[in-house]
């Protein structure tokens, strides 16, 4: 077996906790807990989980029971809980598992409530995904739960809109009929709309792991992931030559490349065709043609001394990687691959 995987993300664990502790500030008094569904959103749950744990971190959520499966043996004390409710051939395992679940639907209220055990319960104040509609609640679908979290989950919290506002008076209409022991409403960007939407818990995801949600945590919130990738070959190319499929980049003149062992199967996706860049020693080298499969070409006529072997980092800030792509930040850090070595500091 090779002695180390082809390519790596470097993790960096201290930005993570300060992304938190700045997040738990702005929420004012509310607990703020952590989104770490998606495998920790692509950088690994575990590790994310160990290290918001030991900086005080005590509310955790996961989108499906494998994924709190992953984590229940970390998290010691904190709560757990399962977004995606359960289907009926998960109520065995979950009466079993330290997690609670997310009851989204009627029927899922109807089937927890014999249970007799603690859940949480999300309330759909607009978005029209997972969540009881209001009227469902005041028709008493909730009735003999014992409710731990009443959450629901804001649509349009990156913008300035009035649903928004909207949204939150909705919950707090909910939240007065139903005794749950706490309420939470805010993710990323809810969170910094201000401390009025912290409620009593706060679920932050993206900002945690370095994506900027409203302009408010720009000066605050700190690069967690960057990516990089191996030199397997240097290629000079002369003018006229193309570069990768469908000949997107013609040379106008003699160039060289350097061409990199990254592609989309690697969650480095198409949209980095011709408009992403690498970082090296200061310089900023772009990438030309076509993203492949698992071959992506930078131009490096400006840095001779890059040679095959060598480490290159891809410019993966969240908010310029995004720019650059025409993807989300939540797409670039959840499509990272399988076959990156995870390197946390």
């Not at 993710?187 to 401390?195: M, Q, V, Y």
């Amino acid at each position: 077996m090779p002695s180390a995987p082809p390519l790596r993300l470097r993790l960096d664990g201290a930005a993570l906790v300060a992304n938190w502790r700045w997040l738990k500030a702005k929420g004012g008094g509310a607990a703020c807990g952590a989104a770490a569904k998606a495998d920790g959103y692509g950088l690994g749950a575990r590790e994310v989980v160990r290290r918001l744990a030991e900086a005080g971190c005590r509310d955790f959520f996961v989108a499906t029971w494998a994924e709190a499966e992953t984590i229940a043996d970390l998290v010691g004390d904190a709560s757990l809980s399962v977004l995606h409710g359960f289907f009926d051939d998960d109520l065995a395992y979950a009466l079993n598992s330290r997690a609670r679940p997310v009851i989204n639907s009627a029927a899922q209220a109807r089937r927890w409530r014999e249970t007799g055990r603690p859940c949480d319960v999300m309330i759909d104040t607009g978005i029209n995904r997972l969540g009881l509609l209001p009227e469902e609640v005041a028709a008493g679908a909730l009735e003999g739960l014992e409710i731990e979290t009443l959450l629901s989950h804001f649509a349009c919290a990156d913008e300035d809109v009035a649903k928004n506002d909207e949204q939150r008076r909705l919950f707090e209409e909910v939240s007065v009929r139903v005794p749950a022991k706490r309420r939470s409403l805010s993710n990323s960007a809810g969170i910094c709309l201000g401390a009025d939407n912290a409620y009593d818990l706060t679920r932050p995801g993206l900002a945690l792991y370095g994506g900027i949600p409203r302009a408010e945590a720009e000066a605050h919130i700190r690069q967690v992931v960057r990516v990089e990738a191996r030199v397997i070959q240097r290629k000079r190319v002369e003018a006229g030559g193309s570069v990768g499929y469908n000949a997107t980049f013609i040379a106008r003149e003699p160039c060289e490349l350097a061409i990199l062992n990254i592609g989309y199967a690697d969650g480095y996706l198409r949209g980095f065709s011709g408009t992403g860049r690498a970082l090296h020693e200061d310089r900023t080298l772009p990438v030309v043609g076509r993203v492949s499969m698992d071959l992506t070409a930078i131009r490096v006529d400006a840095a001779p001394e890059i040679a095959e072997g060598d480490w290159i980092e891809l410019d993966f800030d969240l908010p310029s990687a995004a720019q650059q792509s025409g993807l989300s930040q939540y797409e670039l850090l959840t499509t990272l691959g399988s076959r990156y070595a995870r390197v946390w500091s």
